[in-house]
């Protein structure tokens, strides 16, 4: 490596414009995807990167296989996986918080490996806020601890995060710019990284169990209690809607036998009846004269021994496992929600019966809240009037459809998309089958991952529409744009020469264990200025360099480089902390408290790790 590399016209360029992109991500005056573009097309202008590989970064395998995580992230979701999952986490936990909190950290790391962290931290914020309202953590207490084992998480395989993904790509970039004799760079295997990562996220959540939840709980002062209106909790208080969902299953001797649905939602004490199940036909908000027969399985909400002794006088069979009502009780699939009557609304007048809400809209009207009074007793016979509160419970499709009408408008936020759980076994599958391609290494992750995609597509478990909305293309331009300026810092010999600088200024005789440190330490720096994507791009060529330079393994600092882009837990410019921020109500100077001994010790053990491995 020659030290006294002389600094070219290409190279002041390419420096300036890694100049230009920092400023202005820091400044945030303008996006940072339209900053990415712009950089992009001033590396096309200058000649920097030739014409043929300009946009060459949309076509890598690393922007490829973001995609491909963000739309099979978006299959799981549309089969109800994370909301089954949050019943066995209670179940698990079996009523321990401490428990449930650890396990649902750790099992959201586990997921992390093989989805985009935002995408994980986006399926686990409502398991987060249904688990929250049915134990009394407050919701501060469980998304920091998920939201770090998520991060944690994304180090255990190289589709896991985004500048993983990415380091396969610039590895294979620089090996065109190494000096003659040195080896040539290999790519990292899918699980190269993932000792590292099971230490990490073991790290992380013996953190949290010993010393980090207790300061959590230590700021248990009001706005931190934030939880969304629509989880179970919020119905309970505002309407005293509460309890689980069980099976009751009509016996010969019960004198249900031969009534109409409406009949026994009138007896006394009875619980909320949702859904019915005759024969072969389940239906959630059952029309009031449908018939209840010997072997007829009916849908109750309520609290257990209100249940139990509902069942006990009426001589039902309780189970508590939702063998037949699985599907329709998903809460993917179906829930409670608010909706307003608006003045122009033809339900203006009439009552629930009237309009028959179950037969024709598939809604059960659960309460009324009207002038601050709400009301429960017998709301079907309830004439409506404009500006009434109703608390309905439906699957989600129909009552999107009812709400197209504009006769009531739903206040909740509830899911738009179609939900599937019943192709949640399809999807499972399809998904394992993805992740073993991509562990024979055959053939590229890219290849793997989208062959999972087309398995989503092709068996129903996604549409096409669907997969699209599902790419944030935010993300996708600002790594596509960016990837060519990490080629042109490393094929102009930019990295080079700031490398050889550095090695000049430093003390001689440095470990290099020490510069590592220093290599992770600025990535995680960077990362907060220009995104972890960004730090990745701009840092890989030159620890390369740096490494090429003392006599280190160019891989192994490449790498820390990658695992370090993710080191930010501090601050909103790590898209994953960003989502949790707002709903917790979580404080800047909270956040630089509980987070900067977790990103010290991040470090340490990257770097530990990283030395024991190469």
């Given at each position: 490596?020659d030290?006294?590399?002389?600094?070219?016209?290409?190279?002041?360029?390419?420096l300036?414009?890694?100049?230009?992109?920092?400023?202005?991500?820091?400044?945030q005056?303008?996006r940072?995807d339209?900053?990415?573009?712009?950089?992009?097309?001033?590396?096309?202008?200058t000649?920097l990167?030739?014409?043929?590989d300009?946009?060459?970064?949309?076509?890598s395998?690393a922007?490829?296989?973001?995609?491909?995580?963000?739309i099979?992230?978006?299959?799981?979701?549309r089969?109800?996986a994370?909301n089954?999952?949050?019943?066995?986490?209670l179940?698990?936990?079996k009523?321990?918080?401490n428990?449930?909190?650890?396990l649902?950290?750790?099992?959201?790391?586990l997921?992390?490996?093989?989805m985009?962290?935002?995408?994980?931290?986006?399926?686990?914020?409502p398991?987060?806020?249904r688990?929250?309202?049915?134990?009394?953590?407050?919701l501060?207490?469980?998304?920091l601890?998920?939201c770090?084992?998520?991060?944690m998480g994304?180090t255990?395989?190289?589709?896991?995060?985004?500048?993983?993904?990415l380091l396969?790509?610039?590895?294979?970039?620089?090996?065109?710019n190494?000096?003659s004799?040195?080896?040539t760079?290999?790519?990292?295997n899918?699980?190269a990284?993932?000792?590292?990562?099971?230490t990490?996220?073991?790290?992380?959540l013996?953190?949290?169990h010993?010393?980090?939840?207790?300061?959590?709980?230590?700021?248990?002062?009001?706005?931190?209690?934030?939880?969304?209106?629509?989880t179970q909790?919020?119905?309970?208080s505002?309407?005293?809607?509460?309890g689980?969902?069980y099976?009751?299953?009509?016996?010969?001797e019960?004198p249900?036998v031969g009534m109409t649905f409406g009949?026994?939602?009138?007896?006394?004490?009875?619980?909320v009846?949702?859904?019915?199940?005759?024969?072969?036909?389940?239906?959630?908000?059952?029309?009031?004269?449908?018939r209840?027969?010997?072997?007829s399985?009916?849908g109750?909400?309520?609290?257990?021994?209100?249940?139990?002794?509902?069942?006990?006088?009426?001589f039902l069979?309780?189970?508590t496992r939702l063998?037949?009502?699985?599907?329709?009780?998903?809460?993917?699939?179906?829930?409670i929600?608010?909706a307003v009557?608006?003045?122009?609304?033809?339900?203006?007048?009439?009552?629930a019966?009237?309009?028959s809400?179950?037969?024709?809209?598939?809604?059960?009207?659960?309460?009324i809240?009207?002038d601050k009074?709400?009301?429960?007793e017998?709301?079907?016979?309830?004439t409506?009037?404009?500006?009434?509160?109703?608390?309905?419970h439906?699957?989600?499709?129909?009552?999107?459809?009812t709400a197209?009408?504009l006769?009531?408008?739903?206040?909740?936020?509830?899911?738009k998309?179609e939900?599937r759980?019943?192709?949640f076994?399809?999807?499972?599958a399809?998904?394992?089958?993805?992740?073993?391609?991509?562990l024979s290494?055959?053939?590229?992750?890219?290849?793997?991952?989208?062959?999972?995609?087309a398995g989503?597509?092709?068996f129903?478990?996604?549409k096409?529409?669907e997969?699209?909305?599902?790419i944030?293309?935010?993300?996708?331009?600002?790594?596509?744009?960016?990837?060519?300026?990490?080629?042109?810092m490393?094929?102009?010999?930019?990295?080079?020469?700031?490398?050889?600088?550095?090695?000049?200024?430093?003390?001689?005789?440095?470990?290099?264990?020490?510069?590592e440190?220093a290599?992770a330490?600025l990535?995680?720096?960077?990362?907060?200025?220009i995104?972890?994507?960004?730090?990745?791009i701009?840092v890989?060529p030159l620890a390369i360099?740096?490494a090429?330079?003392?006599?280190g393994?160019?891989?192994?600092?490449?790498l820390i480089?990658a695992?370090?882009?993710?080191?930010?837990?501090?601050?909103?410019s790590?898209p994953?902390?960003s989502?949790i921020?707002?709903p917790?109500?979580?404080?800047?100077?909270e956040?630089w408290?509980?987070?900067?001994?977790?990103s010290l010790?991040?470090?340490?053990?990257?770097v530990?790790?990283?030395n024991?491995?190469?």
């Open positions: 490596m030290t006294a590399l002389a600094l070219t016209t290409d190279m002041k360029i390419v300036a414009l890694v100049g230009l992109t920092m400023v202005l991500f820091v400044f005056r303008v940072a339209l900053v990415a573009l712009v950089v992009l097309v001033m590396l096309g202008l000649g990167v030739a014409p043929e300009v946009f060459n970064g949309f076509s395998n922007t490829i296989s973001v995609i491909a995580t963000m099979l992230g978006m299959g799981l979701d089969t109800g994370l089954r999952l949050a019943g066995w986490l179940r698990r936990a009523g321990q918080e428990r449930l909190l650890m649902t950290a750790g099992i959201a790391g997921n992390s490996s093989v985009q962290n935002p995408s994980v931290m986006a399926l686990y914020m398991v987060a806020a688990l929250a309202s049915r134990t009394g953590l407050r501060a207490q469980m998304l601890p998920i770090v084992a998520i991060i994304g255990l395989t190289m589709v896991g995060s985004s500048p993983l993904i396969n790509d610039l590895l294979t970039a620089a090996n065109a190494l000096p004799g040195s080896a760079l290999e790519s990292l899918m699980f990284p993932l000792p590292i990562g099971l990490l996220l073991v790290s992380a013996a953190y949290f010993f010393r980090g939840n207790r300061q959590l709980d230590d700021q248990g002062e009001g706005d931190g209690n934030v939880t969304p209106a629509r909790s919020y119905f309970a505002a309407y005293g809607i509460d689980e969902v099976e009751l299953v009509v016996t010969a019960s249900l009949e026994a939602e009138a007896i006394h004490d009875a619980p009846l949702l859904a019915l199940k005759s024969e072969n036909d389940s239906r959630l908000a059952p029309p009031a004269d449908a209840i027969w010997v072997g399985v009916i109750a909400m309520g609290r257990r021994q209100q249940v139990a002794d509902f069942a006990q006088n009426q069979r309780l189970s063998r037949n009502f699985g599907d329709l009780f998903n809460p993917s699939r179906a829930g929600a608010e009557v608006p003045p122009t609304s033809k339900f203006i007048g009439k009552s019966s009237e309009l809400l179950r037969k024709k809209y598939g809604v059960r009207l659960l309460a809240n009207r009074q709400v009301i429960r017998d709301v079907r016979s309830m409506l009037r404009a500006g009434d509160m109703l608390v309905l439906s699957i989600w499709q129909d009552l999107a459809k197209k009408s006769d009531f408008i739903i206040v909740t936020d509830y899911p998309g939900q759980p019943h192709k076994k399809i999807a499972m399809i998904f394992a089958v993805t992740m073993l391609i991509a290494s055959r053939v590229p992750t890219s290849v793997a991952l989208m062959a999972g995609v989503m597509l092709v129903g478990v996604l096409m529409d997969a699209y909305s599902a944030n293309w935010k993300t996708v331009f600002l790594m596509a744009c960016l990837i060519p300026l990490g080629w042109a490393d094929s102009s010999g930019a990295a080079a020469w700031v490398a050889g600088h550095t090695i000049e200024r430093l003390p001689s005789g440095l470990p290099i264990w020490v510069l440190i290599v330490l990535t995680a720096a960077f990362s907060m200025v995104s972890h994507v960004g730090a990745t701009v890989v360099n740096l090429l330079a003392v006599g393994n160019p891989t192994a600092f490449a480089v695992l370090s882009a993710s080191n930010n837990f501090m601050t909103q790590n994953v902390m989502m921020i707002g917790a109500g979580y404080k800047a100077r956040l408290r509980i987070g900067l001994p977790i010790l991040y470090t340490a053990i990257i530990l790790m990283v024991l491995l190469f």
